[in-house]
């Protein structure tokens, strides 16, 4: 779920992008509070009405579901990102773990029952390149896409999965937030995906830059990329 530190501020986690972490650190530093709202709740979910469910819009009027759940004022907010490339590469990993055999994510037209990864329901069972060719066809530049709805302007920190230490123990301190840094630096990964090599053919991984430039340039990745020829 989204996470509202003791300070006020919120965390919003992008699936594959070091949230659980994230969030694990901020439990052990005695700096979480609780969660609220769905696990990847975007700016949108995290603000909306909704999120309380489709029960209680049965069992309660309207206006007093808006007097009891009105919009909470703007926290300071902060996520992570990763390269969008590779953002594809751990879905697809994560996804072929037996224990997740490309699940079903909830449903994309559903606002009661949404995922921002419902998306790519379907999309996977078969190789990588596939994967990859599915999604580019039916949603291209999705990790772009994914990033915004999360990286709105109400947002004011975005670090990065590739630097997930250093970025968390920045965004905290500009919060001034007392903790302890070595603690963070040397606490161990969890919940990692089986790593195995995935081969991108040089045509796909073109197109799929292309389409996914926007979001290499908005977060800060050209550099990753500087030796392709677009």
Not at 135 to 144: A, L, Q
């Given at each position: 779920?989204a996470?509202?530190?003791?300070n ?5 986690h992008?699936p ?6 994230v ?5 052990e530093l ?5 969660s ?5 709740s975007?700016?949108?979910?995290y603000?909306a009405?909704?999120?309380?469910g489709r029960?209680?819009?049965?069992n309660?009027?309207?206006p ?11 926290p300071?907010?902060f996520c ?11 879905w697809?990993n994560y ?13 994309e037209y559903d606002?009661?029952n949404?995922?921002?990864n419902s ?5 996977g ?6 994967f990859?060719?599915n ?10 896409e994914?990033?915004g709805?999360?990286t709105?302007s109400?947002?004011d920190?975005?670090g ?6 250093d970025?968390?123990i920045?965004?905290?301190k ?9 603690y963070?630096?040397n606490y161990?990964k969890?919940n990692?995906?089986?790593?195995n ?8 991984k073109?197109?799929?830059?292309l389409?996914?430039?926007?979001g290499?340039t ?13």
């Open positions: 779920m996470v509202r530190l003791k006020g501020s919120v965390f919003l992008i594959k992008t070091g949230g659980n972490w969030t694990t650190i901020l439990k005695n700096l979480f509070e609780s609220v709202g769905h696990k990847h975007d700016i949108d979910q603000f009405p909704h999120i309380i029960k209680a819009l049965i309660y009027s309207v007093r579901i808006l007097r009891r759940w009105s919009k909470p004022e703007k300071f907010m992570f990102v990763r390269n969008p490339i590779s953002w594809y590469e751990s697809y996804m072929s773990m037996p224990i997740r055999n490309w699940f079903i994510w909830g449903d606002r009661y949404w995922h921002p998306i790519l329901n379907g999309l069972e078969g190789s990588f390149i596939e990859v060719e999604v580019n066809k039916k949603r291209p530049g999705y990790v772009t994914l990033y709805w999360y709105k109400q947002i920190f975005i990065k999965q590739e630097n997930l230490a970025d968390l920045k965004v905290l500009i919060m001034g937030l007392d903790f302890d840094e070595d963070i630096k161990k969890i990692v995906a089986t790593k090599k995935l081969i991108w053919s040089n045509e796909l073109k197109e799929t830059i389409l996914e430039y926007a290499i908005r977060y800060g990745y050209q550099s990753d990329f500087k030796n392709w020829e677009l």
